[in-house]
């Protein structure tokens, strides 16, 4: 395969997993809470995990891109807070700042990662 199509597909299938991933946490934030199953953890922790996790997968491939996909996975957090009332879920300052922090240290976690992979690879 030559390094144009890898690179492609590469970031095809980070984008798909990312915005599954995204699609799955809008699912499960904007569901009224009486509606879901109870989770070990705090809700702040559930914030901080969901939103890393779709950080995580674009910035590990794409981590030239970082500062831009930590400001976009924030930015739909907030979003999604923003927009939680009208779906019978209250808006939290808080939860908001968990999911940027979730975002943040996603982000930067997939970033050293990859820079490990690619210093033991060579």
Known sequence: MNTVFRFALKMRVALAITLVIAAVVAVLTLTPSKHLPRAPGGDKLHHFLAFGAIAFPISFAQPQYLLWIVASVAAYGGLIELIQPWFGRSAN??????????????????????????????
Request: aromatic share 14%; charged share 15%.
């Open 93 to 122: 300052f808080a939860d908001a700042v968990a999911n940027g922090l979730g975002a943040m240290t996603a982000g930067g976690f997939a970033y050293v990662l990859r820079r490990c992979f690619i210093r033991c690879a060579t």
